[in-house]
């Protein structure tokens, strides 16, 4: 997928754990884990929305868009 | 959203205690089959007779055992003659009796995996995943086994006691039938479902 998941980024920023946005986010810890490290499908609006409001971002900054999904570029970006 | 699934959810809880009330009054039939069973075997083919009584309603054949009046009997059934021209009703008895058993063990046996999908259920878990499609499955063919099991074991001990016997297509309860069947659509449409829950499940 072209699709790069930043959720990590965002949350070592806002020093937030995955325990404490899964808990606000009323969401599990293994559900968020797979959506932080990609093995998600998509996401819903209202998931974002809570991630957006939690972590005081931009949908723009939990999601990254390669045009080229080619393995070295997806490696070089991470 | 919420406020539905909690709803839902007292409901599933009405459910499980009728299934499980169900099931505790089966273990008591049951019970009630099997002391029977071994009352029956224990006595002699002579306890048993039939006799015809004058009712409100006619002349009836009624089953007496040690010379007490039981309950109405039929006769065609109980009153065959083996080859040496004498009634079996003690074995006969015994037989009916075993075949009860045997369909409450399968009504159990269905109750008790309902129970297993409700239990799921209860702790908020999709009704859509890879087990209940197994349970649907394995309850679609108790029924089916609930529908031919009873005839062909007494086939089976017709053909013991009479050295005679004949499978009748009629004596099969084909609604039965044609429930399990429904039952096993049903767990495909189930299995249809889960994969499309797994689907879902990769939505955050």
């Known amino acids: ?78 | 959203m919420k406020q539905d699934l909690t709803v839902l959810q007292k409901k599933i809880k009405g459910d499980t205690t009728f299934l499980l009330v169900s099931g505790i009054i089966l273990v008591f039939v049951i019970g009630f089959y099997v002391t029977d069973i071994f009352q029956y075997s224990t006595m002699t083919d002579s306890a048993f007779t039939i006799q015809q009584v004058n009712t409100d309603t006619g002349m009836q054949n009624y089953l007496y055992i040690n010379g007490e009046q039981q309950y109405p009997i039929d006769y065609n059934y109980y009153g065959r003659l083996n080859e040496e021209g004498s009634m079996e009703i003690r074995k006969l008895l015994i037989s009916e009796n075993i075949i009860n058993t045997v369909r409450s063990l399968l009504m159990m046996i269905i109750l008790f995996t309902l129970t297993k999908i409700f239990k799921d259920l209860k702790a908020k878990q999709s009704p859509f995943y890879h087990k209940n499609v197994k349970r649907l499955r394995m309850v679609a063919l108790v029924s089916m086994l609930f529908a031919v099991l009873p005839p062909t074991i007494d086939f089976v001990f017709s053909l013991v006691i009479f050295n005679f016997a004949i499978f009748n297509a009629t004596s099969l309860n084909f609604y039965i039938i044609f429930i399990s069947v429904v039952i096993g659509m049903i767990a495909e449409v189930f299995n249809y479902g889960s994969v499309l829950q797994k689907d879902m499940d990769q939505i955050a």
């Open chain 1, 1 to 78: 997928m072209a699709i790069i998941i930043r959720l990590d980024r965002v949350m070592a920023d806002r020093k937030m754990s995955l325990n404490d946005l899964a808990k606000q986010a009323e969401m599990t810890n293994v559900n968020l884990s797979n959506l932080k490290t990609g093995k998600m499908k998509g996401v819903r609006f209202e998931t974002m929305n809570k991630l957006c409001k939690i972590l005081h971002c931009q949908p723009g900054d939990l999601f990254e868009f390669i045009e080229d999904d080619s393995e070295e570029v997806i490696n070089k970006t991470r």
